[in-house]
T-cell receptor, first 109, second 113 residues
Framework: GQNIDQPTEMTATEGAIVQINCTYQTSGFNGLFWYQQHAGEAPTFLSYNVLDGLEEKGRFSSFLSRSKGYSYLLLKELQMKDSASYLCAVFSGNTPLVFGKGTRLSVIA | DAGVIQSPRHEVTEMGQEVTLRCKPISGHDYLFWYRQTMMRGLELLIYFNNNVPIDDSGMPEDRFSAKMPNASFSTLKIQPSEPRDSAVYFC???????????FGPGTRLLVL
């Protein structure tokens, strides 16, 4: 089976940087996704990592270390609208995406 | 493209009633996924289809749940009879290929009284 761990909640200040970690145990790893989900809305795609290293996309970056079973999502210049849940999801072998329970981020003034 | 479309957006029903949730995937996407999301369990995969064929329904909680995909543009998830513990948000998602980005519909918020 697969196990995906993320912190349940985080709080950060507007304008700051926050790092949301995700660790996973799986066999036949293929890739890792990050999704953003605002309260009452659907998850939306943020990033996809297949190879080790950092993928940057504007204010958001995602890092992957396959040997350590570890990823993080880095959010810079936080804005109030970044308050949301962030879901880590792993794709491995022939099984479809398995989602973590998500990290609820609160951005405060 | 309009994205994944789900209906109804909200459903309130009484225990024992039949509930039917509907989904229209993005055109050209070969994979369709049904998920259930609750605070306690997070986002759980119930079943997924490839080219209208059910591939894995191991996530379907029990026989009260069934899903069909009669054609490439329509799928249903049915709960009969419904129970209060079925109250959750049900999402449909689609992807072009297996392992590619999944695009989610707005969800159906189901409350069973």
């Amino acid at each position: 089976g697969q196990n995906i761990d993320q912190p349940t909640e985080m709080t950060a200040t507007e304008g700051a940087i926050v790092q949301i970690n995700c660790t996973y145990q799986t066999s036949g790893f293929n890739g890792l996704f990050w999704y953003q989900q605002h309260a009452g809305e659907a998850p939306t795609f943020l990033s996809y990592n297949v190879l080790d290293g950092l993928e940057e996309k504007g204010r958001f970056s995602s890092f992957l270390s396959r040997s350590k079973g570890y990823s993080y999502l880095l959010l810079k210049e936080l804005q109030m609208k970044d308050s949301a849940s962030y879901l880590c999801a792993v794709f491995s072998g022939n099984t479809p995406l398995v989602f973590g329970k998500g990290t609820r981020l609160s951005v405060i003034a | 493209d309009a994205g994944v479309i789900q209906s109804p957006r909200h459903e309130v029903t009484e225990m024992g009633q039949e509930v039917t949730l509907r989904c229209k995937p993005i055109s050209g996407h070969d994979y369709l996924f049904w998920y259930r999301q609750t605070m306690m369990r997070g986002l759980e995969l119930l079943i997924y289809f490839n080219n209208n064929v059910p591939i894995d329904d191991s996530g379907m909680p029990e026989d009260r749940f069934s899903a069909k995909m009669p054609n490439a543009s329509f799928s249903t998830l049915k709960i009969q009879p419904s129970e209060p513990r079925d109250s959750a948000v049900y999402f449909c998602a689609s992807s072009r290929l297996f392992g590619e980005t999944q695009y989610f519909g707005p969800g159906t918020r189901l409350l069973v009284l």
